[in-house]
């Protein structure tokens, strides 16, 4: 026998198909599993005896089955039943889950024992405007906010999103300090309505500095680049934030790296103010942001091409050579800094 569980929905159309064995009765214990359902699927599925069944198995942790018959106008018809029992034949009623809200009431009882609270609210989707009102609900997290005409069905929806959340592996997240430099780069072209970006940009994609995931990092950036309307600074952007990803120095995943010991920033930024004045020390601190480091953990691999990129800021060419120079001898025999 063959379990069917089709959902037409706005996003996607999709479809759940399991081989079970019996007579009569198919293992729908195996079958009805909120694993093969993604996000869209639930949040289009509609209010009845398969939502009920699926809300009985995944969140209330009963052990449900079903039955084939037939209508009374001679149609296929399942029902759906709670084994209460060893036996298929000690069984239940599955309450209205969906449609009963006294029967929804429960689903907030039981995922409250589990620590998450229900939010659920009625309101418009469009201002003044009441033909517009739906009921949303989530539990614990607003990233699982489902919706439905019904407040029980907005319930049953938002507690299957949570159910399904909690069974995904958890996904790696960002570490150390990848915004800080994206809102850096960014600000250099954008000015100080760069963090402001960067944060409407985050609440965007639903997320959170401390706990945006690894995975979405390519396409947030994207998603900042195109707030950049000049076509040549957006490439330069975009080519300074790959240069910067390309070795994931942003994240503390990677091999700790040996970090310089001594004075060698301090002898740097002494020689550049000989040159550059006060503004050294501003330069400096830019420069080691843009190489997205720190004063007390910059890679000893990394200062030569630090040099470079100090040196680089001087305009004049005979006192560029005299500070290159002057670093030369010093770095050269790596006795002064190592």
């Known amino acids: 026998m063959f379990t069917n569980i089709t959902y037409t ?13 019996g007579d009569n009765l198919a293992a729908g214990e195996g079958a009805l599993s909120i694993n093969n359902l993604d996000m869209n699927v639930i949040l289009n599925m509609p209010a009845g005896p398969e939502m009920d069944a699926l809300v009985a198995k995944e969140v209330m942790g009963y052990s449900v089955d079903f039955e084939e018959g037939h209508s009374s106008t001679g149609d296929a018809k399942r029902v759906w039943f709670i084994v209460t029992g060893e ?21 907030g009882k039981k995922m409250r024992s589990r620590g998450d609270a229900l ?31 019904t407040p029980s069905l907005a319930i049953c929806r938002a507690a299957l999103l949570a159910v399904r959340s909690s069974m995904q592996p958890p996904k790696k997240v960002v570490t150390g300090n990848l915004f800080s430099v994206i809102e850096h780069e960014l600000a250099k072209i954008m000015g100080p309505i760069a963090r402001i970006i960067i944060d409407d940009k985050i609440a965007e994609f639903g997320e959170s500095r401390d706990t945006f995931p690894e995975d979405r990092v390519k396409s947030f950036l994207k998603a900042v680049s195109d707030e950049i309307k000049d076509d040549s600074e957006k490439a330069a952007f975009t080519a300074t934030m790959a240069e910067f990803l ?3 120095r942003w994240s503390s995943k990677q091999p700790p790296k040996k970090a ?24 400096m601190d830019d420069k080691i942001a ?10 000893e691999d990394r200062v030569e091409s630090f040099l470079k990129a100090v040196g680089d800021e001087i305009t004049d060419n005979s006192e560029r050579a005299a500070f290159t ?3 030369a001898e010093f770095l050269l025999p ?5």
């Open 260 to 283: 310089v010991t001594g004075n060698p920033l301090t002898v740097i930024e002494h020689e550049l103010a000989k040159i550059m004045g006060p503004i050294a020390h501003i330069i």
């Open 9 to 21: 929905g706005i996003f996607r159309y999709a479809a759940v198909t399991e081989t079970c064995g």
């Open 119 to 149: 939010s659920l609210q009625h309101r418009n989707m469009i201002d003044n405007a009441p033909g517009t009102a739906i009921w949303t609900a989530w539990f614990g997290r607003a990233n699982d906010l489902a919706w439905a005409a």
């Open 325 to 327: 120079e002057a670093m």
């Open 334 to 338: 790596k006795r002064r800094w190592s």
């Open 290 to 299: 843009e190489f997205g480091e720190s004063r007390d953990t910059f890679p």
């Open 246 to 248: 390309l070795p994931k």
């Open 87 to 107: 036996s298929q034949l000690s069984r239940s009623k599955i309450p209205k889950f969906s449609t009963d809200v006294e029967a929804a009431w429960k689903i």
